[in-house]
């Protein structure tokens, strides 16, 4: 008889809706499944573990997670024993009201619950039929392991939560009251990833310029990204996301004094006009947001800035929205994320009547959209000529021998280049502006 041993693979699955701290909370369950054994796989058919990590900002991702949910609920069908658990938003809103809702569930595992998952699926594979694991402990869960792979670009958190209440927003509700990791801990855990190869970081939190607002005597974020700044071998630091009211002057001449941190803001501004930013609660004006940006720029001239922003806002009327068009037209961003209003229950904005009709919503969506398409257009043209440093990230996916990389600014280019480059700064110059990348060659 063969002596040899048997390894019994078991596989995961991870679907992931929503934002980059959720793509970090995915990174790390699969951090913890890889300490018990778990493989990750990319086909669902295959997993002994499915774990959807659901987003509950908007009602459109939630409900595709629970669309997906279902189909994946036929795997049980072939492999009985297979598990199937929703983390996530979703699952910190509406907890053990999911077990009742779809009964092949095996778990339900919120934002704040994560270091538990190997327990978690100790409990299911010993009987426990539901498991919910909810709620938040206090501090911050911070020693969760670190993705094994060689990133080239990580994501680090160094805050959670929100103190802010804007009134449309779930997330205080979801992900827990603001908290800062330590600055010492933040430090060691890039230098660690520095030593595996990371070249760029990008810090989380849902308001990572209020960071240690909580904790005298830690550094603030300005002196944090000066800290990090000098870490030898790390090339670029980028974070997100920020809040208009609690960006300071300190943290804007950062841009002009930091060697590594990229010249890219994402600084959401969420509507154009001071009645409907007064009911979302946002705590700044339309003018104050351009005072801002106007600092910025001035500042870091070349800097890009992008936002995130919100059309049919309860009681936003023509006006209204022209200002956002307004707002959009003055700062010439980017790029931008822009999204239709859906009221999201226990916040405060789904008290009042959704009551722009959902073909206006529809069409203001798009009508900002188009505007924003000629301007990024616009600016990626204007680019056409210049030489750019370009992190180079991998093989284009169009072509074997085009290298893909991101400028300081986040935009994507792709230029004729050989693997051998990845993880490399390189400099490019750029050809041709499109919609969504530029073009260039390698610059000698
Ligand atoms: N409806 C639509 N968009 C929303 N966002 C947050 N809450 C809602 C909501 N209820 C958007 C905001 C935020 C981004 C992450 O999602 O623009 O910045
Ligand atoms: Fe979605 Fe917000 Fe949760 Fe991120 S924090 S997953 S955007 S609800």
Known sequence: MSDKLIVIEKRVYIKTFGCQMNEHDSEWMLALLEECGYQETKRWEEADVILVNTCTVREKPEQKAYSIVGRFQQLKENNHDAIIGIAGCVAQQRGEGLLARMPTLDFVLGPGKIHKLPEILRDVKSGERGVCAVGFENGCPTNLPIPRTRQLRSYVTIMQGCDNFCSYCIVPAVRGRECSRPSDEVLAEIDALVQRGTKEVILLGQNVNSY????????????????????????????????????????????????????????????????????????????????????????????????????????????????????????????????????????????????????????????????????????????????????????????????????????IVNFPGESGLVGELVLVKINEGLQNSLRGELSR
């Open 212 to 411: 240690a607002k909580n904790n005298p005597g830690e550094l603030t974020f300005p002196r944090l990204l000066a800290k990090i700044d000098e870490i030898p071998g790390l090339e670029r630091i980028r974070f997100t996301t920020s809040h208009p009211k609690d960006l300071t002057e300190e943290l804007i001449e950062a841009f002009g004094t930091l060697e590594h941190l990229c010249e890219h803001f994402h600084l959401p501004f969420q509507a154009g006009s001071n009645a409907v930013l007064e009911r979302m609660h946002r705590g700044h004006t339309r003018e104050e947001y351009l005072a801002k940006i106007r600092a910025l720029r001035k500042a870091a001239p070349q800097i890009s800035i992008t936002a995130d922003v919100m059309v049919g806002f309860p009681g936003e009327d023509d006006d209204d929205f022209t200002q956002t068009l307004e707002l959009v037209q003055a700062v010439e961003f980017d790029g931008f994320f822009s999204f239709k209003y859906s009221p999201r229950q226990g916040t405060r904005s789904a008290q009042w009547q959704d009551d722009v009709p959902p073909e206006l919503k529809q069409w203001r969506l798009a009508t900002l959209q188009e505007l924003q398409r000629e301007i990024t257009l616009k600016k990626n043209k204007k680019l056409e000529g210049t030489v750019k440093e370009v992190l180079v990230e991998g093989r284009s996916r169009n072509s074997p021998h085009t290298m893909m990389g991101r400028t300081g600014c986040n935009r």
